[in-house]
């Protein structure tokens, strides 16, 4: 693919084509526990994760005075967690040049959501939410607010236009929740839906579905508003390469200020993190695993970072060295050379897509992810550039929105897999350290070696090496009451939260208190190669914290076993607990295991329990509202 990068294009446009192929900044999450319990916890705000500190520059002036003093009519909003809806948003508004028309795009955190009540004083106003679902169908951190703002009802939005994006994955069981929710509301509020919602699937090809999504609803906005198609646009870029003036201070891989670093100051969230150390970097499965499985402990002591079982640490990486450096020699860049990338728009609210000034080694290395799918539209801006026909033709072909164009582009660029970026971890702890362990992400399609951008990353962080790291709020708890009893379904690295609930109810017990009985599913695939944490269990058991420990090895017998098959071995227990009140946790695969798992709890309740079909149904949904069921899943 790079080959072809290297065919045509000049120094700069080299640059700013891969800076911005690179995509969004890339983090992980994983979740944490504190052995001491916190009295009172920092709350850190967690958005989208392009860091805004330094590119922000519009941020006391009302987006509606921007759109009346800027004569634009367009407003993009966004929810967005890891930075996809974002990028999809900046993408809606560079297509608005086609039409010479400009849009105002904002990330719902830095505004006062109350001044969408003033949008209909803008002429023919057209509103459009790229939104993503998270969690359990809940809106992405930086768009709680707007979410909360619009479903309270008290916004009045007649006289506006407006279409939705919704992100989502077909694997989870609230797919697309938020963007169908927001859809019907804006509705509700007055607004007149000017194209059906879009929605987006990032199981099957998110990308795909949103190039068909937008091919079809651009000119039928044009068609509402009257507008004329200026064919001269249509190559704008969004930003441009400035070189930078020798001894400015560069950022160096901070997120928010320069020298954030060296001189940390809290609250630290997604635009400040923690540079924390690592402590310990060991290795859980044994020599019989053809896996790898880190156990990796940070420190934050000092940092008055705030956390307890059942959060979430995200940890930023930085891309594999060896990659960078492949790439630089391609592309013949200086890799020292300080550079800044502007926004061609100087209205417009993020001047540069990542902290600017810096060196195209740092902007390789921590702001872009260079392992992610080359996005259409930028292999369409490559095309351009591009002098042998033949590449060009098929690099044209790939960024078209037509059937071939699509099918070509799901084959080579999402089923070939020319990147990743994975997301599967967790938690635990003592005092002062954030625990977490991951399974490593490796893999070759063909002769490629695919590696996890964040597991290889982590893999190579010795103790004393650093990162920087930041703790965001789960909405998974224990109860409150430390006498409740809880069942606990956590197979692989979702056994990972439980590991701090297990801790937080030994902290309790050592205190004095009286605390109930404690259930866990675990499930690996066998006993002598990937059962993780097997001591610390056997120590939980003989504590008497962990009552009722139940492990399913699918590959240690010729028959599977899975987590669901012992839970329905024990459905007697199972019913009689949670019959008396017991909390049910599930962390780990959204795919399969959950699903799994759901339903064979509603058989207990039907088989065990006693209740009909209806009746099961009902009280797993009771059970869920009042949370006495909470699950972090992922797929
Ligand atoms: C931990 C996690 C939870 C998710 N929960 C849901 C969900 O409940 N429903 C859904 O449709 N998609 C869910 N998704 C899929 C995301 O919405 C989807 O990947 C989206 O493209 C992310 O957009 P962003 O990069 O702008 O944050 C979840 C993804 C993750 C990683």
Redesign the pocket.
């Known amino acids: 693919m790079l080959s072809w990068i290297v065919s045509g294009l000049d120094t700069s446009d080299l640059v700013v084509l891969t800076l911005l192929a690179g995509g ?1 900044i890339i983090f992980l ?1 994983m979740k944490v526990l504190n052995q001491q319990p916190s009295s009172s916890r920092y709350s850190p705000t967690v958005a ?2 392009t860091p805004s500190s330094a590119v922000t520059s519009k941020s006391n002036q009302s987006f509606i005075d921007r759109m009346k003093n800027e004569n634009r009519q367009v407003l993009i909003m ?11 948003s900046g993408r809606l508004a560079k297509d608005l040049t086609r039409y010479s028309k400009k849009a105002v795009v904002v990330d719902p955190e830095d505004i006062e959501c109350e001044d969408l009540n003033r949008l209909n004083e803008i002429e023919d106003a057209l509103l459009v939410l ?1 939104i ?7 809106p ?1 951190d930086n768009a709680v607010t707007l979410v909360e703002y619009l479903n309270a009802g008290d916004c009045d939005l007649s006289g506006v236009r407006f279409a939705v994006f ?14 169908k929710q927001m859809d019907q509301q804006l509705e509700k509020l007055g607004a007149k839906r000017i194209f059906q919602m879009g929605l ?4 099957a090809n ?1 990308e795909e579905d949103f190039m068909i999504w937008r091919e079809a609803f651009l000119p039928k906005v044009a068609e509402e508003f009257g507008w004329e198609l200026n064919t001269e646009a249509e190559t704008m870029r969004q930003y441009q390469m400035e070189p930078v003036e020798e001894g400015k201070a560069l950022f160096k891989g901070e997120f928010g200020r320069l020298g954030a670093y060296e001189r940390p100051r809290p609250p630290f969230d997604v635009k400040n993190p923690y540079l924390a150390t690592v402590a310990i970097n060991d290795e859980l499965h044994t020599e019989h695993s053809d896996r790898s499985c880190r156990h990796i402990e940070f420190s934050v002591e000092g940092s008055r970072i705030r956390y307890e079982a059942g959060d979430h640490l995200a940890v930023f990486p930085t891309n594999d060295p060896a990659l960078v450096d492949r790439l630089i020699e391609m592309l013949k860049f200086e890799p020292d050379r300080a550079f800044r990338l502007v926004n061609v728009d100087e209205d417009a609210s993020k001047r540069h897509p990542f902290p600017c000034p810096t060196t195209f080694r740092t902007a390789l290395s921590h702001y872009v992810d260079i392992c992610a799918p080359v996005k259409s539209h930028v292999l369409k801006a490559i095309s351009e550039y591009c002098t042998d026909e033949t590449e060009k033709e098929f690099l044209n072909k790939l960024s078209t929105a037509n059937e071939e164009g699509l099918k070509e582009y799901a084959r080579y660029i999402v089923k070939e897999r020319r990147s990743i970026v994975d ?1 599967r971890f967790v938690t635990q702890t003592e005092r002062g350290k954030i625990a977490i362990c991951a399974v490593v992400t490796k893999y070759t399609i063909g002769d490629r070696l695919i590696n996890g951008v964040c597991t290889r990353y982590l893999t190579k962080k010795e103790a004393g090496s650093k990162s920087p790291v930041f703790v965001r709020k789960s909405t998974m708890r224990l109860p409150h009451r430390t006498t409740t009893e809880v069942i606990m379904i956590g197979p692989g690295t979702g056994f990972a939260p439980f590991r701090g609930f297990l801790q937080d109810r030994q902290f309790h017990k050592n205190a004095g208190k009286e605390v109930g009985a404690m259930h866990l599913y675990y499930g690996c695939r066998h006993p002598d190669h990937d059962y993780i944490y097997k001591e610390e269990l056997a120590q939980f058991q003989e504590d008497g914290i962990l009552t009722h420990l139940n492990c399913a090895f699918s590959r240690a017998q010729e028959k599977k076993v899975y987590v669901q098959d012992r839970l329905w071995e024990t459905r007697d227990r199972i019913w009689t607990a949670i019959n008396a009140g017991a909390h049910v946790y599930i962390c780990g695969d ?1 795919r399969n295991m959950a699903r799994d798992v759901q339903s064979t709890l509603q058989k207990i309740f039907r088989e065990i329990g006693g209740k009909s079909e209806t009746e099961a149904v009902s009280f797993f949904k009771e059970m869920e509202k009042t949370k006495r069921y909470q699950a ?4």
């Open positions: 969004a999450i989208s994760i966004y929810g967005s967690q890891t930075g996809t809806a974002e990028e999809m790229c993503a679902t998270y969690g359990e169908g809940d992405t919704g992100l989502g994955n077909k694997t989870y069981e609230h797919f697309n929740e938020i963007g987006g699937d990032d199981d998110l997301y959204a972090d899943v992922w797929s």
